[in-house]
């Protein structure tokens, strides 16, 4: 089984209101420089039990893209080193509009990286300077054009639902740009409020009105209808692609397949524990120059619970026979209370020995996961 490699790039131009990642502000090369030395340190001591093949890389932050292509080149070096990286792997980084050049784009594509994962959140400028994005809607258009003028075939577009003061029509304009634009891949978010982000505050103060619920139920339900007779297949509940170009890295998550994290506050798998790293970038740094571990935390999984609820987030939903191959168990019979009534709610249903969720399961699905949890 081969494995994915996440790399953490914390490094933005500007923060943004809604985000709680652990991310810093570009404030000098040196820095960065000095960042990106330690990140190849610590992925040059990861430990030799983690030496294996891997598929798929992905650049996560923060706002990759900011990296020079030497940068980003170094990096993928030490990733060549300590890992066995197999021909044709997924090689994506994130990248916001207004960030890259044609030329830097060309050379991130020439680097061998074949997917974007395109921070475009929303086509409206005034949610864009809601959100303090740094960017307007024409930025993004921009960044697209020059994308597919760099040569890449596969990219990414993230958009927001549920902003403060969104309405249906302003949503339906979101999704008829971003399906003229026509990505390969688009990744919705329902707005989460965070309450150490300035969103949070800008709400509790009565700046800003949240949007309900149910509205944000039924830019779901809009999203699922446009995105399907749009040639789209949705193969997680947030997740919508055209055919056989799904997230392979992200799907990993989804199916509990190991990814090794490197940087601050990156988080890994090896198919038993969860274990993450120092998430204050000053402290990381300083944790790798010292030679010393950045890890912070480490704990044991319950593998049959988590490949529940997170195989429940796929299309395709668990098969219960493989669930019961793989950790001795009938599915049914040990989370029995709470399949059935979820199944009588009409938020779950079997097909094709196959437990999936329901249209109306995706809207509730967190009550749903909490069976298995």
Known sequence: MAAGV???????????????????????????????????????????????????IYFGGGTPSLLSSDQAASILNAVSSRFEVASGSEITMEMNPATVSPEKLRAF???????????????????????????????????????REAGFSNISFDLIAGLPGQTMQNWSRNLDEAITLSPEHISLYLLEIHESTPLAEQLRSGRRTAIDEELAAEMYELMLDRLAAAGYDQYEISNFSRPDLQSRHNSKYWTLDPVYGFGVSAHSFDGVQRYANE???????????????????????????EFAFLGLRMESGIDLAEYEHRFASDLRNTYRAGVEEAINNGLLHIFDGKLMLTRKGKLFSNEVFAVFV
Request: with cysteine.
């Open 6 to 56: 996440y790399l953490h790039i914390p490094f933005c131009k500007s923060r943004c209101s809604y985000c709680d990642f652990a991310t810093d502000v570009w404030r000098d090369e040196r820095s960065v420089d000095r960042y990106v030395t330690a990140l190849i340190a610590e992925i040059g001591n990861s430990k030799s039990e983690i030496l294996t093949s891997v598929d798929t």
């Open 109 to 147: 594509r020439e680097l061998g990286v074949n997917r974007a994962s395109f921070g475009v959140q929303t086509f409206d400028d005034r949610d864009l300077k809601l959100l303090a994005r740094g960017h307007d809607a024409n930025d993004a258009r921009t960044t697209f054009r020059q994308l």
């Open 279 to 305: 998430r204050d970038t000053a402290k990381y740094v300083e944790l790798v120059e010292s030679g010393g571990s950045a890890e912070v935390t480490r704990e044991s999984v319950d593998v049959a619970s």
